[in-house]
């Protein structure tokens, strides 16, 4: 509970996404904070205090103050310029002002926006950045901030006179640096936007992008057009709770100073699908912030195993997984089946030398409930997860659906040496 003495603006604190601004009795500002729900993310301060410093803060606290903003991305992008702004004594104390993360857009024809540790700023950095955000409390939220905005603003990580267009033109994340399909000017003005951006200034690109959305289709470039509206929608509809969600939840569950696995990054879910051992094919699905990435799907045709054999068959799914080193790695890996099944990835991760979670899910004895099975290498897995149990169901569920389709396309359209996806 928060203590009664304590001054709350208007008296209450909103379940709204926002940040929060803690104030000793001299009115100076101590602790700056984001939050999903402000109301919930204060009380944890007082309820459960998460880190060494904090019983010593609240102590302090003589007032709270708040901002509420309409999606916790900007609320990410506030609390950083506010911790900026004051320094605040005990969100130095909690990291140094050293191990902190910092967005950094290069001084390049062609600028890129890079994580930087504080540990990496020095003297010469203005020589190298454009412009230096920061401090951000949280790198995970930091890159799904950086992620989820390229939708809007599409940036490129790519040199230009590459013979290959990169993944992410196909997918519109890139405009295409990498085989100069782009025009430096242009370009340039999509990364000026999201500078705009993470200084806060979303109300003023949305009224730009109105004006030019309207010239454009007055003048009757309707494909410009569409573009304009669509990044407009987007700017007004961002669904990105996901991008603080994981660190209030990781605050509920911190358990003798252990945090649970990433269920808020990447969540990749496999299935295997054959009818008596005939046409065995396997299916990989991935859910990042809690959602699926259908661009990131694949699916594999078993060559070494002979007959029914799903253990086999997932160890050589993860097997040829693994040895795409391209692939974005993931936080946790979800197998539709039971301890068997488990321990047959697990061995497989070990071989690569590769540490990444697995859980198994079945439906149970009575299959009337999803249960989760963990080996004894991650005993305290499935206890942290059995909160998640309807997201990882969805992923499951949806690891089977696609396998099962592309078995019924196998059938229905006998293999002729296709090449199949990896």
């Known amino acids: ?4 003495k304590i001054k709350i603006k208007n008296n209450e604190l909103p379940d709204m996404p926002g940040v929060y601004l803690m ?4 009115g100076t500002v101590i602790y700056v904070g984001k939050a999903v729900s402000l109301k919930r993310r204060v009380k944890q301060h007082f309820d459960r205090p998460h880190g060494p410093h904090i019983p010593e803060m ?3 606290v003589a007032e709270i103050d708040y901002i509420v903003k309409p999606t916790a991305l ?4 506030l609390e950083a310029n506010l911790i900026k702004h004051y320094w605040p004594k005990y969100n130095i104390l909690q990291k140094d002002n050293k191990s902190f993360m910092y967005l950094a857009i290069t001084k390049e024809a062609y600028p890129r926006p890079l994580l930087v540790r504080g540990t990496d700023l020095d003297e010469d950095s203005a020589k190298k950045y454009k412009i230096v955000f920061g401090p951000y409390t949280s790198s995970h939220a930091l890159k799904s901030a950086l992620d989820l905005v390229r939708k809007a603003f599409p ?3 790519c040199k230009p006179g590459q013979k290959r267009a990169c993944f992410n033109v196909g997918l519109k994340l890139c405009p295409g640096v990498c085989i100069d399909a782009v025009d430096k000017k242009e370009y340039q003005k999509t990364i000026r936007d999201l500078i705009k951006f993470f200084e806060g200034k979303k109300e003023d690109i949305l009224k730009r992008y109105t004006r030019a959305m309207k010239k454009a289709s007055q003048e009757e470039r309707y494909e410009e057009a569409a573009d304009y509206r669509n990044k407009i ?10 991008v603080l969600r994981r660190d209030d939840d990781q605050i509920d569950q911190m358990k003798d100073g252990k945090t649970p696995v990433d269920l808020f990054g990447r969540i990749e879910g496999y299935d295997i699908s054959h009818i008596s051992g005939t046409v ?3 299916s990989m699905v991935v859910f990042e912030n809690g959602a699926p990435a259908k661009a990131e799907y694949r699916k594999f045709k078993i060559k070494t195993v002979v007959g029914s054999n799903d253990i086999a068959s ?3 799914t993860v097997t040829r997984r693994l040895r795409h080193r391209e692939w974005k790695k993931p936080d946790l890996i979800l197998i539709d089946g039971g301890l068997p099944q488990v321990h047959a990835a697990e061995d497989v991760l070990q071989f690569f030398h590769v540490s990444i979670p697995v859980i198994g899910i079945a439906k149970g004895s009575k299959r009337k409930k999803n249960e989760l099975i963990c080996s004894k290498i991650s005993a305290e897995l499935c206890e942290l997860c059995e909160k998640y149990v309807d997201l990882l169901s969805r992923v499951r569920d949806e690891a089977h659906r696609f396998a099962i389709g592309y078995h019924r396309k196998l059938r229905s359209e006998p293999f002729k040496g296709k090449k199949l996806k990896k």
């Open 1 to 4: 509970m928060i203590p009664a």
């Open 23 to 26: 104030k000793d009795k001299k």
């Open 58 to 60: 609240t102590r302090n």
């Open 74 to 77: 900007e609320a990410l992008i």
């Open 155 to 157: 940036w490129s990580q």
């Open 233 to 242: 929608y987007f700017l007004e509809h961002i669904q990105d709770v996901a």
């Open 280 to 282: 065995t094919v396997a």
């Open 314 to 316: 997932i160890r050589e």
